[in-house]
């Protein structure tokens, strides 16, 4: 298993739990520590419907938000309303991507970053 801080593994096991509690598929964790030297870990997670994926999106903000790890970008409620079936949530060494089948197929994050450590959270 990489070499993940308990705070940082406790932060992990509480968004797994939002997306599982939120009914998203194939939720995966990547660290990309030894891949890249500006990228820290991956959250991978499929939504049926940008709903559901914006639903994900502000459960896991509200648990993050305090937690001040956010690097600076719009809330939420600015994002665009148009459909892009990708939202990305980037907490400095957490990025979380909740993306539609579609997306997650088309751009294909796994295969992409298919040589990042598996964490087992």
């Known amino acids: 298993m990489p ?5 940082t593994l406790d932060h992990l096991k509480k968004i797994k739990q939002t997306l599982i509690d ?9 660290d990309l520590k030894d891949v890249h030297s500006y990228l820290s870990i991956f959250v991978l997670a499929t939504v049926k419907t940008e709903t559901q994926g914006r639903s994900c999106a502000k459960d896991i903000d509200k648990y993050m938000k305090p937690l001040k790890l956010a690097v600076k970008r719009q809330n939420l409620a600015d994002l665009p309303k148009d459909a892009t079936g990708w939202i990305l949530l980037d907490y400095g060494e957490i990025c979380v991507h909740i993306m539609t089948d579609e997306m997650r197929t088309y751009y294909s994050l796994d295969r992409l970053w298919g040589d990042a450590t598996p964490i087992l959270v």
């Not at 939120?22 to 990547?30: A, P, R, S």
């Open 3 to 7: 070499n993940i801080s308990a705070e």
């Open 22 to 30: 939120k009914k998203c598929e194939n939720i995966q964790f990547l």
